[in-house]
């Protein structure tokens, strides 16, 4: 049977969140398909519901879409992280208004604990919530509820199949979670995987329902103590608690350069750049980090070109989030790994060990000056939390970018770059 109705988890996830963003800017791509591309306008990472009844599938390399896309006008565009980040953002602050406590699941989902809402209409509740949050953003989203995470992820997908559900589905009954897990295929819920779904097709284990109805015994051999607490969660035991942000082990920032580079000019502008957003990284959640990571290498699926990869790891005589002191280290790294003669295709910066922004055991031979530098780091900080992102840097991350990412279908960035406001012209 069904808990106890005091404790209930509800899901709230974006529909087709990146295509909704663009839409939500730019109304006359309503009911036209649309798909996102992912870095350098590669592969589709995104698509609306007309994209997909185009049969526009998930992954596909834009250019074997070409005439697809032409014939069927089909709207596409570059990844607008700036812009997609910034709308989640305002998304998140809207759901938090209606739950004390929230778990930010991913850019487009978010779970909220009901506890002690017994006598109230959840029904009622979830609409409320989902129709403000379309209003306050633009962003049309669905809600599910239920006892556990893993049935409101179920609830969820009724939600956002069927309009009848007017976005919101709440399974609170025996009866209604049945009926949900039959019409549920196996393959489709939350934390089992291909490789799972697959195993327990050979043995006749088609949708949910049917997971439901092996023995605890058979799913614990079968699928060890992750696969039993999925089984718990289908049959209404709740048994994954609401999750806290933590502060991140190790922080990367790589990218896949626009075209490929053969000299270490631009390469070493690109690593420059990566180093100081791992050190900003690492300045807003308080931290230090103990060990830097750079590496390079070409494409791998190039096959017909000469093939490098090297990385180089270096202990920091100074646990540091210090970005000229990063960028430093980062520059030194990859001069010593850079080889003459290879069409680079990819490069990034590692920091790991991190550790608390606390006093630390210093070294004996260490003469900067940190006290210094952590006033400059946080005026930097400051003038560019005002006036925009990289509005101050070092000189080492240049200004030319050559080797940016191809972004030749990119919308503006309507709520972060005061250049891409809309313009309205009343008459």
Known sequence: TLQTLHLMFGLIDCNNFYASCERAFNPSLNGKPIVVLSNNDGCVIARSGEAKLLGIPMGEPAYKLKELIERNQVSVFSSNYVLYGDMSHRVMNTIAMFAPEMEVYSIDEAFVLLDGFENIDLKEYGGKVVRTVTRNTGIPVSMGIAPTKTLAKVANKFAKKYKNYKGICVIDTNEKREKALKLTEIGDVWGIGRRYSKKLQYYSVNTAWDFTQRSKSWVRHTMGVVGERTWMELRGIPCFEMETPSDKKSICTSRSFGERLTELAPISEAVANFAASCAEKLRTQ??????????????????????????????????????????????????????????????????????????????????????????????????????????????????DRKWKLKNEMLSPCYTTNITDLMCVNAK
């Open 286 to 399: 308080h931290s230090y980090g103990c060990v830097l990571t750079v590496f390079i290498h070409t494409n791998p699926f190039a096959t017909n070109q000469a093939q490098y990869y090297k990385q180089k790891v270096m202990q920091l005589s100074v646990p540091t989030n210090d970005t000229t002191e990063l960028i430093n280290y980062a520059i030194r790294g990859l001069n010593s790994i850079f080889a003459n003669g290879y069409q680079y295709k990819k490069a990034g910066v590692i920091v790991s060990e991190i550790v608390p922004e606390r006093p630390l055991q210093g070294d004996l031979f260490d003469t900067r000056n940190r006290e210094k530098y952590n006033r400059v780091m946080t005026v930097m900080d400051s003038l560019n939390s005002s006036y925009g992102k990289q509005k101050v840097k070092l000189a080492a991350q240049g200004f």
